[in-house]
């Protein structure tokens, strides 16, 4: 392998590693939620309100930290949200109540979400605009490893010593990262110093993204239908421990095996871009996720399927949101030359955004059926789907554009 081309695959990795954070710190706690229950004297459906205020956190975190890459470079932002996170990742050891896990899981969510932003904005800084939507599904397959890994070693972890050696895990891992992007990650795109982090600018620059059509089009058909798999994660522990009465061992293995469904259709979509566009196989995925889960709907409410046929309408759900997540992100960003970290900033907080709102709600039902999860997944996607169809056709053409600025790997 030549030097520039290892120097691509090594600069993936690291990407995908950073990617790779928040869905350990949101996956690897999961099997040990009754464990975690009865510590804090509280029900596994009060536990996910830890996830959901998660997920608050990352959509907070990616306006804050998207001026501060733009300001600042992209490591000293990636690095102080980091400590932020090892710290709040201690301070769930605290946990008494869960008030308490709740509000120390958004804190680590305002940290860790500065590695998803920084890793998104510097697949723009390092490679062309074209190989957009590939870099992020090769990202994705790195980031598949958390579902496969993470809720197996979370509930060794929490049989064997205990749940709270989970937080210290993910503080460990996020310190190998700053030490990693330390010493082999490039800076990418420079500092500005003419990037004002006064709010009133900050507000005009998150406007101007948001005045962009292609951007609002995309990043929201691809928040809402992207929203379906951050509700499947959250009421997981619901729908297997609780409605299927699965144990934790059998919920990691099904956790892991749906994952599959999504890792694999991000590396299908790295085929299929070679004879399709982002746009047609963003629109296909959609096509397939709505009535898959119009079916599920309908046959939860009518008591047609038991736990089989649930696994198999996820997985096709979760493979539809493989082949659309790439495709909405590139597509969103492709217009923008300057402002990737606002850009890629304010598309995390839309897909983050709209996600917590609706894994929220299945905490806040407290419900302990399968119906309001489904519900949520069914009106998602369609929702998705027609902001797609009504966006498209004010867009006279798609736009794509280079980043000026940045400093893009040898080919």
Not at 57 to 76: E, H, I, T, W
């Amino acid at each position: 392998m030549s030097k520039p081309r290892a120097n691509r695959v090594l600069i993936i990795l690291i990407l995908g590693a950073l990617s790779t954070i928040s869905p350990f710190a949101i996956d690897m706690y999961l099997p040990a939620f009754p464990g975690i229950a009865a510590a804090l004297h509280t029900s596994t459906a009060k536990i996910s309100l830890s996830i959901s205020s998660y997920f608050v956190g990352l959509a907070v975190g990616q306006l804050l930290y998207g001026p501060l890459l733009d300001r600042f470079g992209r490591k000293l932002p990636l690095y102080a949200g980091l400590t932020v996170f090892m710290v709040a990742s201690l301070l769930c050891l605290l946990s008494r109540t869960v008030e308490w896990l709740v509000a120390m899981r958004f804190l680590q969510a305002l940290g860790g979400c500065a590695a998803q932003v920084a890793s998104m904005a510097m697949v723009r800084d390092f490679f062309p605009v074209h190989e957009t939507a590939r870099i992020i599904s090769l990202l994705i397959l790195i980031i598949g490893v958390s579902p496969l890994l993470a809720p197996t070693v979370g509930g060794y972890v929490a049989l064997h010593l205990g749940w709270q050696w989970v937080f210290i895990i993910l503080a460990l891992f996020a310190f190998l990262m700053v030490a990693v992007c330390q010493w082999r990650l490039p800076q990418g795109h420079p500092p500005d110093p003419g990037m004002s982090l006064r709010l009133a600018p900050i507000c005009r620059n998150f406007a101007a993204v948001l005045r962009e059509r292609q951007f609002l089009t995309y990043a929201l058909a691809g928040a809402f239908s992207f929203s379906g798999l951050l509700v499947y994660v959250a009421a997981s522990p619901l729908i297997f421990m609780e409605v299927f009465h699965v144990s934790a061992r059998t919920f990691g293995a099904i956790f892991a095996g749906l994952s599959v469904g999504f890792i694999g259709s991000n590396q299908v979509n790295i085929v299929l871009l070679k004879r399709f566009t982002s746009e047609q196989v963003f629109r296909g995925a959609l096509w397939v996720e709505c009535p898959a889960a119009t079916l599920f709907l309908v046959g939860t409410v009518c008591g047609w399927f038991g736990l089989a046929p649930t696994l198999v309408l996820l997985f096709i759900s979760l493979s539809s949101l493989g082949l659309a997540f790439p495709n909405a992100a590139a597509l969103a960003l492709a217009p923008f030359d300057h402002n990737i970290g606002s850009a890629s900033a304010m598309l995390g907080f839309l897909q983050v955004g709209v996600s917590s709102l609706a894994s929220a709600s299945i905490g806040l039902f407290d419900s302990h059926s399968l119906l309001p999860v489904v519900l949520i997944m069914a009106a998602t996607s369609w929702i998705g789907l027609a902001i797609l169809v009504v966006g498209r056709r004010k867009l006279s053409q798609l736009r794509f554009v280079e980043e000026q600025g940045a400093t893009p790997l040898a080919q």
